[in-house]
């Protein structure tokens, strides 16, 4: 199994910045793409950003210039900075992993419990 441990969510005024962070531990043979994934109240999940593990990336049209994600492949950890944030950015982030435990185990998400980030004044 894999865990992921989602850090550095919290209340912050519009316009400003937060960062967070995810570290996956357990029983990992290879990790490949990581993301993060946020759910507003009433709303349904939805993809905010993703990373290959060559460091490709995508984004949500909704977020795009304003948060970026990266990863630490040595410390299998991925980070989301984002930056003018927005009331409508409020919501719990999940983080998402695709990994493999084994070599000849298939590759499975696996997700994180969530940390919510609140924009308001």
């Known amino acids: 199994q894999v865990q992921l441990v989602e850090s550095g969510g919290g209340l912050v005024q519009p316009g400003g910045s937060l960062r967070l962070s995810c570290a996956a531990s357990g029983s990992i043979f290879s990790i490949h793409a990581m993301g993060w994934y946020r759910q507003a109240p009433g709303k349904e999940r939805e993809l905010a950003a993703t990373?290959?593990?060559?460091?490709?990336?995508n984004y949500a049209d909704s977020v795009k210039g304003r948060f970026t994600i990266s990863r630490d492949n040595g410390k299998n950890t991925v980070y989301l900075q984002m930056n003018s944030l927005k009331p409508e950015d409020t919501a719990v982030y999940y983080c998402?992993?695709?990994?493999?435990?084994?070599?000849?185990?298939?590759?499975?998400?696996?997700w994180g419990k969530g940390t919510l980030v609140t924009v308001s004044s």
């Open positions: 998402n992993c695709n990994a493999k435990t084994t070599a000849w185990a298939v590759v499975t998400d696996y």
């Open positions: 990373i290959t593990s060559g460091g490709s990336t």
